[in-house]
């Protein structure tokens, strides 16, 4: 399983950019995506990109992945989705703190999977 952070500047956006995991990046999302405080998630985004950002993101989501981080990498890599897209992987220091507090994120609201299991 690997855990997407995803960045953007509208609700609109965001939701687009998980349907582009889905549809584009064909990506499996297990559960539902979570609300982060966008402090946090643009203060994670600094720390694994190491450069300030050049915008803040208005409203920030973590979803989670059946697919290992390796093969989410090289999927999102293809994708041009409308918001900024971090795959966090388990060799960044953050990846610890964002799993521990994943479960305690409420959940996005306006999302529905199009996908049938």
Excluded: C
Excluded at 39 to 61: C, F, G, H, M, P
Excluded at 88 to 103: L, W
């Amino acid at each position: 399983m690997a855990l997407i952070l995803i960045r953007a500047s509208s609700q609109g956006k965001l939701l687009n950019a998980i349907a582009d995991i889905e549809r584009h990046a064909t990506l499996k999302i297990a559960g539902k995506p979570k609300i982060i405080d966008v402090k946090i998630a643009d203060e994670v985004a600094e720390n694994i990109i190491k450069q300030k950002l050049r915008t803040k993101s208005k409203i920030a989501a973590l979803v989670s992945v059946l697919e290992d981080t390796t093969k989410s990498i090289m999927h999102i890599k293809k994708i041009h989705p409308p918001a900024h897209l971090l795959v966090i992987s388990d060799e960044y220091k953050e990846h610890e703190q964002i799993k521990q507090i994943f479960g305690k994120l409420p959940p996005l609201k306006g999302y529905y999977s199009l996908k049938k299991d």
